[in-house]
């Protein structure tokens, strides 16, 4: 029996095309943003039998929580997914372990991501240096403005 191959994921067309895949889906928002319409467009066409392939998992999801709802979702269908690049097919029971045990540190990882600009503005703040754009204009600029706006020649 052939098995329909259906695709989200980024600009990786040629590894995707070698994987044999059918149909490639690709959103240009984020994994983070909800609004995915080429996902849901995706999902809505999955049948029982299709694989959803992926590169990588951070691409099918931002969150274990949103990941685990896409995967129980594309389950309930009767489909799989699989990814290109981490050992795991969720048409086993050791590939839906291992999805879970991947979407784990991959939120890790995100969330270290975010921590460490978060720590090296903090670090910044308390060396005393100034966050932010510059201003484009100069103190004596600006003391000019306020000075006209003041007398009325503004």
Known sequence: MVRKKWVQLGS????????????IYEDTASGAKADRPNLI???????????VVVLKLARLARSLHDLL??????????AACRSLTEPFDTSTALGRA???MIGMFAEFERARIRERPKIG??????AGR???????????????IVHMIREGRW
């Open 130 to 144: 100034k966050l932010g754009r510059r201003f484009k204009l100069s103190d004596e600029e600006r003391r000019h």
């Open 69 to 78: 709802l896409i995967i129980e979702r594309i389950g309930k269908i009767g």
């Open 98 to 100: 291992m999805m879970q």
């Open 12 to 23: 990786i067309a040629r590894r995707l095309k070698e994987a044999s895949c059918k149909r």
């Open 121 to 126: 503005l903090d670090a910044a703040k308390r």
């Open 41 to 51: 467009r995706m999902l809505d066409k999955l049948h029982t039998g299709d694989f």
